[in-house]
């Protein structure tokens, strides 16, 4: 099957600092990308969704300044948390679809920790 | 919008017992409804889906069935295996619709030996 690979797999970082997820289709082209966020012992919420070339559309109650998304490539979607708070840590998964076959793949996932 | 539950939050077998998920939906246009598998700190592997035009799909030790009309749907694990230990989550989403997945809220299965 296709590989959706996530950068970084964890990140710590203070309080006040942005920081970019990067999720990348290694063998299919991915037309639309799904960011979802994981608490702990929770369900995945879904974030966002963008489509290549396109502005993304966010789901009620997340902020759009404050979580970026970019979907320039069908290769590469990138999430940046801006201003990070502890509030924001949590575990961060990209979901590639596209492809012939309209193919679904999750990436591994970023453990995101703000201090 | 799509609003997914799942019952039970956690469920724990002996060995060799079977395991029954179940969820329900609530948008009658959904037609897709896959069910994956999360270890901790991993991503969310998918196990098994079906889709509106069948009644029940089977691989293995695990089994989905779907019930439209009451918007319904079950996954099922026979001869349960410590390994099968894990969060499972049911989903459900229109294809062609963006493929916009909703989430159930997740089972916790434990089993034991």
């Known amino acids: 099957g296709a590989v959706v690979s996530q950068h970084p797999s964890w990140v710590i970082c203070k309080s006040g600092t942005s920081v970019k997820i990067e999720c990348r289709s290694l063998?299919?082209?991915?037309?639309?990308m799904f960011w979802y966020r994981q608490f702990p012992k929770q369900s995945l919420m879904l974030m966002a969704t963008?489509?290549?070339?396109?502005?993304?559309?966010?789901e009620q109650g997340v902020e759009k300044d404050k979580f970026l998304i970019n979907h320039a490539s069908l290769t590469l979607s990138t999430l940046t948390v801006t201003s990070a708070h502890p509030e924001d840590s949590s575990f961060y998964i990209c979901?590639?679809?596209?492809?012939?076959?309209?193919?679904?793949?999750f990436g591994p996932g970023t453990r995101l920790t703000v201090l | 919008g799509e609003n997914v539950e799942q019952h039970p939050s956690t469920l724990s077998v002996q060995e060799g017992d079977s395991a029954v998920i179940k969820c329900t939906y609530s948008?009658?246009?959904?037609?897709?409804f896959p069910w994956y598998k999360q270890e901790l700190g991993k991503r969310p592997q998918l196990i098994i889906d079906?889709?509106?035009?069948?009644g029940e799909k089977k691989d293995q030790r695990i089994a989905v069935t779907l019930n439209k009309t009451a918007k319904h749907f079950s996954l099922h694990i026979t001869e349960t295996q410590p390994e099968d230990s894990a969060v499972y989550f049911c989903?459900?989403?229109?294809?062609?619709?963006?493929?916009?997945?909703?989430f159930g809220t997740g089972t916790q299965l434990k089993v034991e030996l």
């Open positions: 079906i889709r509106s035009n069948v």
């Open positions: 989903a459900a989403t229109l294809t062609g619709g963006g493929n916009k997945l909703t």
């Open positions: 063998d299919f082209q991915a037309t639309t």
């Open positions: 963008s489509n290549e070339g396109s502005k993304a559309t966010y």
């Open positions: 948008d009658s246009a959904s037609n897709y």
């Open positions: 979901r590639a679809s596209g492809g012939a076959g309209n193919e679904q793949f």
